[in-house]
């Protein structure tokens, strides 16, 4: 990757966690790309721990969701994350659960609220999470009547959903950060693993599934490479720098 950014490469980070979730992808890069952040939602700027812009599920629009998503899967946990105009935001609780909820990963950094107020405020990702479900059962469940609220998706299959804005995902995360750049689809190398990165897959002008990705993200893309155990990605990377 450094090679490739030594030779004019952009390298963009584009991933479905938050801000305050990447400092340790950057500090193992050795340097500090611009990122998509939340599957689209947010563009960051982590040199500067900036936010530079975010898309947002408005109140009614979160509230829509909510409903539905406790009436297609019953049981359901809800949680929502925000953002504010930096990643690190100490003053205003950033990820807000439910009672109850259950984490899909260690180490959660959560607030538990009451249903009330999870639903308060605009939020850039609503996750919908039940324990000993599959994330892809769900999401299948969910597509069917998430309408013009939002965009289903899913990074494990642990039993989480994420729904983010209404035509926003990591594809257009990255053209956003392109754009200005003069990076048109078509000079766009992506690499990518699980559901979350299919549209990108899709747009961009090679699209790379690690060996060891989804299905749905193998179907979607112009190659495979190896795992990414096995430098996958370096070896798709080796063809125009090394």
Known sequence: MRAAVAGGATFILATGRPPRWVRPVVDALGFAPMAVCANGAVIYDPATDRVVSAHSLSVAALGALADMARQVIPGAGLAV???????HDTATPQFVSSPGYEHAW????HTE???EDLLSAPAIKLLIRKTGATSAE????????VGSEGEVTYS????????????ISKATGVAAIGRPLGIADAGVVAFGDMPNDVPMLQRAGIGV???NAHPDARAAANEVTAANNDDGVARVLERWWS
């Open 81 to 87: 994350e925000r953002i504010g105009d930096r990643a």
């Open 156 to 167: 494990t299959n642990n039993g989480l959903v994420e729904v983010v804005p209404r035509g």
């Open 113 to 115: 609220v009451s249903i």
């Open 209 to 211: 599934a690690m060996g």
């Open 138 to 145: 769900m999401a299948a469940q969910l597509a069917k009547h």
């Open 106 to 109: 260690l180490n959660p950094d």
